[in-house]
């Protein structure tokens, strides 16, 4: 089973989560502030539950040392704050999920298991020989895990290349808003769709201007075809 990291000031919600999570078979180490989970010489975790009220420091600062400490480690804010700015923010930092509390904890276990199950994922139907997706001069390599433009690596986090991954299978077509959010993240995915559009905005600055991600109002995205 996975290690999980929960990050979480509330030693009720801290031991129930923990106890929670051991008793389905993963191993769990958990946390009472942001710094003790930046220790480097800690093995990094499969999926980390974060709060961002933390006694010590910011959330959010805390996600962006952990997503840099651990770039394929899943991360997933569960936190009382409803703010939009404050989803924007934390996502940005890094976080790939975004839940808000209270949350059922049959929910917060779906997620965790759709979160898990796509992070070792096997390349979706329609990958070219050898499990990569070519589009112009990007290459997206599904076994790999890595996406290069004109032979150079561009890094991408663990749901940016998802998503990057969506878009490339369909190049030149729309993909709904409804099939990424349920394809990428959880197809019971309910949290603020401000997670799709930070994500996109993140592969735009990475990606650069070809080929685009062109957005369909109403609709979706659609990875544009070179030439097209």
């Known amino acids: 089973m996975a ?8 030693e009720t919600i801290r031991g129930v989560l923990a106890s929670r999570f051991e008793a389905e078979g993963h191993r769990v180490r958990a946390f009472a502030d942001g710094t003790s989970s930046l220790d480097r010489s800690l093995p990094g975790p499969d999926l980390v539950l974060l709060d961002l009220g933390l006694p010590d420091l910011e959330g959010a600062e805390v996600c962006r040392r952990l997503r840099i400490g651990h770039p394929d ?17 934390a996502l940005e930092a890094g ?19 759709a ?3 796509r992070a070792g994922a096997p390349p979706p139907e329609g990958a070219g020989r050898g499990g990569r997706l070519a589009v112009g001069d990007l290459t997206v390599d599904l076994a790999a895990r890595t996406v290069t433009r004109a032979g150079a690596e561009v ?5 940016e290349f998802d998503l990057l991954a969506r878009l490339a ?3 030149g077509a729309v993909v709904t808003r409804e099939a990424l959010m349920s394809d990428v993240w959880d197809e019971h995915w309910s949290g603020s769709t401000k997670t799709l559009d930070v ?4 592969l735009r600055r990475k990606l ?12 979706g995205y659609r990875l544009e075809r070179p030439g097209s």
């Open 3 to 10: 290690q999980l990291w929960v990050v979480e000031d509330d």
């Open 73 to 89: 480690s899943v991360i997933v804010v569960l936190t009382a704050r409803a703010d939009e700015m404050d989803v924007v923010v």
């Open 95 to 113: 976080a790939d999920d975004y839940l808000v509390k209270p949350v059922r904890y049959t929910e917060l276990a779906a997620r965790v298991r």
């Open 115 to 117: 979160h898990l199950r």
């Open 155 to 159: 890094p991408l986090r663990a749901k």
């Open 169 to 171: 299978s369909e190049a």
């Open 199 to 202: 994500h996109i905005a993140a």
């Open 208 to 219: 650069g201007a070809t080929p685009a991600i062109a957005t369909v109002r109403g609709h």
